[in-house]
C-alpha cells in the first residue's frame, strides 16, 4: 500500500487543482490585481475561474459553476474579509464542488478536508499523537499529527469541512477558537499554531434536514453564509444535467448514447415543476413532494435511464427508462407524495401534447 | 440674452432625477443659494390652489396629489402624482412653504390629461429616468450611488467660494448631459413624441408667464426636460399653436396620503421606485448612511424575534465593503448592502431578507393629510348613492330588513356589500332571520365619523365604490393566505355583485387550491362554485375561467381523496360524510359525463376499502345504489357482509347509519334489505345493542313519520312471516274449551271481534 499524491491516469477521480491547473496557471500568469496575503489569484479572478470567461491571454476558462454571480462574488469576498465561509443549500446544489473549486483557486490545493460524520472525533479538527512515537519520545513535535484544518492554519491554505451540521455538537465548538482566535493552543508542547495569512475555512451544510446538530450560534455568527440555489432556469439546468451526464457517462465507460436533448429536457421539465410547485408555462401551481428533487438526482435518474437504454433497451433514451426513477424520486413518501404525484400526472402530464407515452408509462411505473 | 437686457436674469433650471434623494438634497441647496421670487415644479396647473396645504403642519409624505373628473363619467381613470420625502419636487413645495413663496405647477393641465381616450400616457424607457439611464451606463445599477459619487462628490468642494456656483454645479452637468442624451435618443412612437411636445409647450408657456411677473425664477422639473426650457426658448406662438384646441374635461383635484409600498409599485412621476426605503434613508442619512443602514436591518430583524448581535452588524459592513471593492465600485450601494445583510445579518435566510426588504428597502410609510383637505372622489359617490336609495348615514344603529326581490333593496345590499369589502363597516349583516326565504337579508345600520378616513384611504383603490371594491377585493385575493379565505372572496364577489374581480379571485382561487394540501378545504369550496357555474346567478361572470377552476378543483379531489378517507375518526368521518355529499349534489348538478363518470370511479374504489370509517363506506355504497352504480342485489351482498359477526358491533351500526341516513323508501320497498338489517339488529348482544342504539335511532328518527310507520308495519309482517308461520306450522296442543273461556275477555279488550 503506498499513499502519496503522485498523479496516475487510473484514478477514478482528479483533485479540482489538478484537472484545471492549466487555467489555474494562466489566470495566474495575466492577474495583475492586488492579491489578499496568501493567495494564488485575485478575488477577481477566482470568481472567473468559478464563472468561466477568459484568461488575460485569451485562454477559455471553462465555468465550474453556472448560476448567479452575485452568489459566487459574496463567497470569494467572504474568504477575502478573513471569515469563514458557510455554504448551505439542499443536496445536490454542488457545495462541495464549489467549496472544492474555491479552495483549488485561492490556495491551490482542495485536499485538506475534513468529512463531517456522526462519528468524527474532535482529533480531525484539532490534532491527534502518534502513540507509538509519544510512547517512546513523549510528546515532542514528530509525535503531533496534525489535522487537515491544523495542517491549513500552519500553511496558510483553505481548510474544507463538508457536512459541517453532521459533526457532533462539541466538535463543532472545537472550530470556535480556531476562527475567531486563529490560533490552536498545543498545551501538551506548551505552544500553539498560530494560523498564516491565507488560511481561511469553507462549510457545507444541508439546510433540509435541520436539527441533525444545530450550529451554536457562537459558532454560527463566526460564520457568513451563503445559500446555493437550485438552478433558475429552465435552459440552466437543462445544461447542468446535459454536461454532467456527458463527463459521467464518459467516467462510467458506457457506449457513446446520442444525447437524448428531448428526453433530458423532460426529466428536467418534471423536477422543476414539482420542485417549484408551478408549470414551466406559470399557469397551474402544484403540490410539492417532500423530496429535494435536485439537480444531482435528474442527472442520476437520466444516467440510470442511459444505463437501462444501453443494457437493456435499443440504445435509446425513451420514457420508459426514465418513467421509473423519476417516480422513484419524487414519491419518498409513499402517501402524501403519491397524492402529489397522481394530481401531477392527472392535471398536467396527462393533458400536455406529446407527454403520452410519458404518462402511459409513468402510470405503469 | 434677456439678462445681458438688463430685464430679468435667465431662470435656474433645476433637472431633477424624480423620487432622486440626491437631486433633493441638490434642490434644496440650490433653491437656498438663489433664494428664488416664485418656484416652478413639474405637475397639473390645477393643483395651485392645494400648495398652501404642502406647508400645512399636519401634512406628512409620502402624499399623493389626486386629479379626478369633477363630473361625468366616473369610470374615468384618476391620476396621481406622488410625492416622497425625498422626490425633489416635494423639498422645493415645503421650501417655498417655509420661506413663504409662491409655487407655480407647469405642466399640461390634468384636464387635458383625463381628457384623453386612453389612459394617461407614461413616459418610458430613458424618457422617464435619464439620469439612471447615464448611471447605468457608467456601469452603477444604483443611480442614487451615481449621484453621489459622480455629481455630489465632484461638485461638492469644501470651501468653495461661491455657494451659488457650487450649488448650481450639478445642475448645469446635467442640463448639458441632457442635451447630449436627447441628440443621441431615438425618437419615440408618435403619440409619445406629440404627448412630449405638447408638455414641454406647456412648461414653456408657464415659464414665459412667470418671467413676466418675477425677477429670479427656479424651475424643478425632470432632467429630460430642460434642454427644452433652456434659452433660447422657441417663440411663444408656436407653444400656443401646439396646445391649441386640446380636449378637456372639468376636473377637480386634491392631496390624499401615499404609503412607501404604493410608490414602489408604480403610478405617476417617473416609473415605480423599486426601494423608497433606501432612498428615503439615503436622504435623511448625511453620515455613513451604509453602518447605519445595517443597524436598522439589524432592529428590524431584532423586532422579529431573530438574534442579531453588534458582531454581526460590524461583519456586513465589512462584507459590503470587500463586495465593493471586488466589484470595482467607490463605496457600497443597495445591491451589495443587500448581498452583506443576507449572507451575514440573515444567515442566507431569504425569508428574513425578505422582511428587511418589505420593513426597510420599501419601507412602510404611510403619508397623512391636513383635515381641511378636499374631499375625494369616492366620498362623493357614496354621498351621492346614500342619497339615490334613500338610505342616510345615520350614527344611531337601526335595523333594515331587505328584500332583495326589489331593485332598490338589492342594489342598497350591493352598496353595504361593497363598503364591507372596502373595510367601511357601515352595515352588519345579521344572521338570517327564521322562516323567511333567501331573498331577504337583514342589517344593522351605523354610520360613524371615522369612514371619512376610510374612504380617504379607500379612494386609493379607486374612484366609485364598485371600482375601489373591485380593486380592493383583487389585492385581498393576491394576498390570502389559505383556500379558506379565497373561497370566502368568491362569495364576497358575488354578494357584493363585482364581476371584474372575479377573474383575479378565481385565479388566486386555482393558485391557493393546487397548493392546499386539505381535500377537505377542496371538498367546501366546490358546492358554491358549482350551483354559480350551473344557474350563472351572476350577471357577466367569466364562466369559461369559472368552469376551469370548478374542473381543476374536481381533479384535485378525486386525486386527493383516497389519501384523505382513511383514519378518520368519528367526528371527522361525519364531516367528510357531509362533504362527499355535497361534491356529489355538485357534480350530479354540473351535469357533465366525463366529471360524473371520474366522480363514479373515484366512489366505487373508496367503497370497498376496510380502512374506510364505517359511516363513510356506508354512504358511498348508498350514493353508489343510488346512482346504479351497484344494483340492489350486490348492495345487500355487500350489506350482508358487513352485518355479520365478524365485524365489530359499532362499525355495522355506524354502515347502517351512513347506508341509510337520509331517506327510508329503501326500506320500506326493498324487503330483503328490511330482512337484513332485522335479522342483524336482533341478533346484536345486549351490551352491544346498548352501544349501538344511539346510532341507529340517529339514524331512523330521522325519517319522517309516515316512512317511519311503514317501515314499522314492515318489520311487523315481516316478523309474521318469518316467525309467525312456522309457529302456525307446529301447534302445540291447545285445549280449545279453556281456551275458550278467556276469548270474550280478550274481545273486550280488543274492542274487536276475533
Excluded at chain 1, 495583475?32 to 477568459?54: C, E, F, H, M, N
Aim: hydrophobic share 45%; glycine share 8%; charged share 25%.
Amino acid at each position: 500500500l503506498t499513499i502519496d499524491r503522485t498523479e496516475s491516469p487510473m484514478v477514478q477521480r482528479r483533485h479540482a487543482e489538478d484537472e484545471y491547473a492549466h487555467e489555474l496557471a494562466t489566470l495566474a500568469v495575466g492577474d495583475d490585481r492586488i492579491r489578499p496575503p496568501g493567495w494564488k489569484l485575485s478575488p477577481a479572478a477566482v470568481v472567473t475561474y468559478l464563472l468561466g470567461g477568459q484568461a488575460a491571454d485569451g485562454t477559455p476558462v471553462t465555468p465550474k459553476y453556472i448560476g448567479s454571480r452575485r452568489l459566487i462574488e459574496v463567497a470569494v469576498a467572504t474568504l477575502a474579509t478573513d471569515r469563514a465561509l458557510l455554504l448551505l443549500g439542499v443536496p445536490g446544489t454542488a457545495k462541495t464542488w464549489v467549496s472544492e473549486h474555491l479552495a483549488a483557486a485561492i490556495s491551490g490545493d482542495s485536499t485538506l478536508l475534513v468529512q463531517g460524520t456522526a462519528g468524527t472525533p474532535e482529533e480531525a479538527i484539532r490534532y491527534g499523537w502518534n502513540y507509538a512515537r509519544l510512547l517512546a519520545d513523549g510528546p515532542s513535535a514528530a509525535a503531533l499529527v496534525e489535522s487537515p484544518v491544523l495542517r491549513a492554519m500552519s500553511e496558510g491554505r483553505i481548510a474544507r469541512v463538508e457536512e459541517l451540521t453532521r459533526l457532533p455538537s462539541d466538535v463543532q465548538d472545537s472550530l470556535i477558537t480556531v476562527l475567531s482566535e486563529r490560533t490552536l493552543p498545543i498545551p501538551e508542547l506548551g505552544g500553539e499554531v498560530q494560523a498564516r495569512k491565507g488560511f481561511n475555512l469553507i462549510a457545507t451544510a444541508n439546510d433540509r434536514d435541520r436539527g441533525v446538530n444545530e450550529l451554536s450560534s457562537a459558532l454560527r455568527r463566526r460564520f457568513n453564509t451563503v445559500v446555493l440555489p437550485v438552478p433558475a432556469g429552465m435552459e440552466e439546468e437543462v445544461d447542468i444535467v446535459t454536461r454532467r451526464v456527458v463527463e459521467l457517462g464518459r467516467a462510467l465507460e458506457l457506449p457513446e448514447v446520442p444525447p437524448a436533448v428531448d428526453e433530458i429536457r423532460r426529466v428536467v421539465t418534471v423536477f422543476r415543476e414539482l420542485r417549484n410547485g408551478l408549470t414551466e408555462d406559470g399557469r397551474t401551481k402544484l403540490k410539492s413532494p417532500s423530496g429535494t428533487l435536485s439537480t444531482a438526482e435528474a442527472i442520476s435518474v437520466v444516467t440510470n435511464g442511459l444505463a437501462l437504454a444501453t443494457h437493456f433497451g435499443d440504445g435509446k433514451l425513451r420514457a420508459v427508462d426514465v418513467a421509473a426513477g423519476i417516480v422513484g424520486s419524487v414519491v419518498r413518501d409513499p402517501v402524501s407524495d403519491q397524492v402529489v404525484w397522481r394530481e401531477y400526472l392527472e392535471t398536467v402530464v396527462r393533458e400536455r401534447d406529446g407527454w403520452r407515452d410519458f404518462y402511459r408509462a409513468a402510470r405503469e411505473a | 440674452m434677456s439678462a445681458a437686457n438688463g430685464r430679468t436674469p435667465d431662470p435656474i433650471l433645476l433637472g431633477v432625477r424624480h423620487h432622486g434623494p440626491g437631486s433633493a438634497r441638490a434642490v434644496r441647496r440650490a433653491l437656498s443659494a438663489y433664494q428664488p421670487d416664485v418656484v416652478l415644479i413639474e405637475g397639473p396647473p390645477e393643483a395651485d390652489p392645494l400648495v398652501p396645504l404642502a406647508g400645512d403642519e399636519d401634512m406628512r409624505a409620502p402624499v399623493a396629489l389626486l386629479a379626478y373628473p369633477a363630473a361625468g363619467d366616473p369610470r374615468k381613470q384618476a391620476a396621481f402624482w406622488p410625492f416622497a420625502e425625498f422626490s425633489p419636487e416635494w423639498q422645493a413645495l415645503r421650501w417655498a412653504a417655509a420661506h413663504e413663496v409662491p409655487v407655480k405647477f407647469v405642466d399640461l393641465p390634468a384636464a387635458v390629461h383625463l381628457a384623453a381616450e386612453d389612459a394617461p400616457r407614461r413616459e418610458s424607457g430613458v424618457r422617464s429616468d435619464p439620469v439612471g439611464a447615464l448611471a447605468t451606463a457608467a456601469g452603477y445599477d444604483d443611480p442614487e450611488r451615481w449621484w453621489e459619487d459622480v455629481v455630489e462628490h465632484r461638485f461638492d468642494r469644501p470651501g468653495a467660494a461661491d455657494e451659488l456656483a457650487a450649488a448650481l454645479g450639478p445642475f448645469l452637468a446635467i442640463g448639458e448631459a441632457m442635451a447630449e442624451v436627447r441628440a443621441h435618443t431615438p425618437a419615440p412612437p408618435e403619440a409619445e413624441r406629440v404627448e412630449e411636445e405638447r408638455r414641454e409647450a406647456a412648461m414653456r408657456v408657464g415659464l414665459r408667464t412667470a418671467l413676466r411677473g418675477y425677477d429670479r425664477v427656479a424651475v424643478v422639473c425632470g432632467a429630460w426636460h430642460v434642454p427644452a426650457l433652456t434659452a433660447p426658448l422657441s417663440t411663444a406662438a408656436a407653444d400656443a399653436a401646439v396646445l391649441r384646441g386640446l380636449p378637456k374635461v372639468k376636473v377637480a383635484m386634491t392631496w390624499v396620503p401615499w404609503t412607501h409600498a404604493r410608490l414602489a409599485t408604480g403610478q405617476g412621476y417617473g416609473a415605480g421606485v423599486r426601494s423608497p426605503g433606501w432612498y428615503h434613508h439615503l436622504f435623511v442619512t448625511l453620515q455613513d448612511p451604509v453602518p447605519r443602514w445595517l443597524v436598522r436591518a439589524a432592529a428590524v430583524l431584532r423586532r422579529d424575534g431573530v438574534p442579531v448581535s453588534s458582531a454581526h452588524v460590524i461583519e456586513a459592513a465589512r462584507l459590503a465593503d470587500a463586495l465593493a471593492t471586488m466589484r470595482g465600485r467607490p463605496l457600497p450601494g443597495l445591491v451589495e448592502v443587500t448581498d452583506a445583510a443576507l449572507a451575514v445579518l440573515c444567515e442566507g435566510d431569504p425569508l428574513r431578507l425578505e422582511l428587511i426588504q418589505r420593513r426597510l428597502v420599501v419601507g412602510e410609510r404611510l403619508g397623512r393629510v391636513p383635515q381641511r383637505t378636499p374631499g375625494v372622489p369616492i366620498a362623493r359617490d357614496v354621498a351621492a348613492a346614500q342619497r339615490r336609495l334613500r338610505l342616510p348615514p345615520q350614527p344611531l344603529p337601526r335595523e333594515m330588513d331587505l328584500d332583495l326581490r326589489r331593485e332598490i333593496d338589492l342594489e342598497r345590499s350591493r352598496l353595504l356589500h361593497r363598503l364591507g369589502v372596502l373595510g367601511v363597516n357601515w352595515g352588519m349583516a345579521l344572521a338570517h332571520r327564521r322562516g323567511r326565504g333567501t331573498f331577504w337579508e337583514s342589517w344593522r345600520l351605523a354610520w360613524q365619523p371615522e369612514f371619512a378616513v376610510d374612504l380617504v384611504a379607500a379612494s386609493a383603490y379607486g374612484t366609485t365604490v364598485r371600482d375601489a371594491a373591485t380593486a380592493r377585493v383583487a389585492e385581498q385575493a393576491a394576498a390570502a393566505a389559505s383556500l379558506a379565505e379565497v373561497t370566502a372572496l368568491v362569495e364576497r364577489c358575488l354578494l357584493a355583485e363585482l364581476p371584474e374581480g372575479l377573474p383575479t379571485v378565481l385565479r388566486a382561487l386555482d393558485e391557493r387550491m393546487a397548493l392546499d394540501h386539505d381535500v377537505a378545504h377542496l371538498m367546501d369550496a366546490l358546492p358554491a362554485l358549482a350551483r354559480t357555474l350551473r344557474y350563472g346567478d351572476v350577471r357577466r361572470t367569466d364562466l369559461p375561467a369559472l368552469r376551469h377552476v370548478t374542473d381543476g378543483l374536481i381533479t384535485r379531489i378525486w386525486a386527493g381523496l383516497p389519501a384523505a378517507v382513511g383514519g378518520l375518526d368519528d367526528a371527522a368521518a361525519a364531516g367528510m360524510r357531509d362533504r362527499i355529499d355535497a361534491v356529489h349534489a355538485a357534480v350530479a348538478l354540473l351535469d357533465q359525463p366525463d366529471l360524473t363518470a371520474r366522480w363514479h370511479d373515484t366512489l366505487a374504489a373508496l367503497s370497498t376499502r376496510d380502512d374506510v370509517h364505517g359511516l363513510l363506506a356506508g354512504r358511498l355504497n348508498r350514493l353508489m345504489l343510488d346512482v346504479g352504480l351497484l344494483d340492489v342485489e350486490a348492495a345487500r351482498g355487500r350489506m350482508s357482509l358487513i352485518l355479520t359477526t365478524g365485524v365489530p358491533v359499532a362499525r355495522a351500526a355506524a354502515w347502517i347509519e351512513g347506508f341509510l341516513t337520509g331517506d327510508g323508501l329503501l326500506l320500506v320497498h326493498d324487503e330483503r334489505l328490511l330482512r337484513l338489517v332485522d335479522g342483524w339488529l336482533t341478533g346484536i348482544p345486549p351490551e352491544a345493542f346498548v352501544e349501538a342504539l344511539p346510532l341507529l335511532r340517529r339514524t331512523f328518527s330521522e325519517y319522517p313519520a309516515p316512512q317511519r310507520r311503514q317501515i314499522g308495519e314492515r318489520a311487523v309482517r315481516l316478523g309474521s312471516s318469518d316467525d309467525g308461520r312456522p309457529a302456525g306450522a307446529e301447534q302445540p296442543d291447545i285445549d280449545d274449551e279453556r281456551a275458550d273461556l278467556v276469548v270474550p275477555t280478550v274481545r273486550a279488550l280488543l274492542g274487536r271481534r276475533v
